[in-house]
């Protein structure tokens, strides 16, 4: 997999929304610092997937790992909101 992970379905719980798209569901994406990988949101700006990638993981400070990770999902979750945002003034 060319040392990317990747999570899914980070949501156990059966989901009562309409089926979106792929590309509806990866609504906005933010680069984890130090090289880690991306965290995706869908439009609401719930998380749905983070890639991240092996080499980079092996390097890091585990203690830093869950801020790095905390930051990428609030800068993707403005991301959404922008997005959104824009949206409704078109």
């Not at 590309?23 to 609401?44: K, N, P």
């Not at 203690?63 to 949206?87: D, F, K, M, P, S």
Request: charged share 40%.
């Amino acid at each position: 997999m060319n040392g990317l992970l990747r999570l899914h379905d980070l949501d156990d719980e059966e989901d009562d929304r309409r089926p979106v798209s792929r590309r509806e569901e990866h609504f906005a994406v933010a680069d984890i610092d130090a090289g880690l990988g991306r965290v995706h949101v869908d439009e609401a700006g719930d998380l749905v997937a983070v890639d991240l990638d092996e080499r980079a993981l092996r390097a890091m400070n585990p203690a830093a790992l869950g801020g790095h990770l905390l930051a990428a999902i609030e800068r993707a979750e403005q991301a959404a909101r922008t997005r959104r945002i824009e949206r409704r003034k078109l």
